[in-house]
């Protein structure tokens, strides 16, 4: 048959043994509905997609991208950002430390950040702690005030949960909540390093702000919150059942924080401690050293 139609074996076989593409399209569909369906229509195409290749579905992203239009399954996006932070305070300004580290491992790297989620009737204010190796949400706090307390009880909560070794370096804007005595009491009883960024430079602080879009994107504005209580609850259930156990990171090699963390072995003290200390030098500072 092969010699009479003029066609190869091999192209026979790959005829003999694919899919019907109906049949391709409706088990591609049906697993991109699952997978955005299970992560509340969290994920983009770039996303769906890992998760489809990592159930055995190889997949283009244009492909995926395609389907999730028809199907109506893109991604909730919406809204602006809104400026929280007061700098102007007669406190102590840090050195930007962070800008020159080259972290290695956890707990070398704390970023801490504030932001504002509007309720039907009032505005409450969420702070986070965030580590900045594995990008895990390790500290968090809700309250209506902006005062100190509210950082202060996220700090307290990645202590008690993370237990750093002296040495760590704790990053954050220049904000009166970060700057004031108590806060800074509490970095130093635990023998924490302060670190703030620069004025007008909020990428020292990427990974909060990418956070902070993330939750404001795929939780905030996709319900509607009864009161500071059932916002507190789905904030709950979105760090620490969502993001930090689940949810693929683009800057982790589409791995969750928890998985990254498991992936990379833990070092010794002394490999933390110098590793925490390790910086780079900024091509300014080689060219005055030539």
Known sequence: MCLLAQVSRASYYRWLARKDPPEEDMTVRQAIQEIALANHRRYGYRRIT?????RGLLVNKKRVQKL???DNLLAIRRRKYILTTDSQHEFQVYLNIAARMEVTAIDQLWVADLTY???KAEFVYLAVVIDRFSRRVVGWALDRSLAARLPLAALEQAIAGRQPRPGLVHHSDRGIQYACGDYGKMLEKHGIIPSMSRPANPWDNAACESFMSTLKQEEIYCHQYRDL???RTHVN???GDYYNRLRLHSALGYRSPEEF???CAAPSTEAAIAAA???FRSPAAENRME
């Open 50 to 54: 890992v998760a489809l290749r990592r």
């Open 68 to 70: 999730m239009q028809q």
């Open 117 to 119: 989620i509007r309720l």
């Open 229 to 231: 209580e059932d916002l």
């Open 237 to 239: 259930e979105f760090i």
């Open 261 to 263: 963390e498991q992936a």
């Open 277 to 279: 200390m390790k910086y």
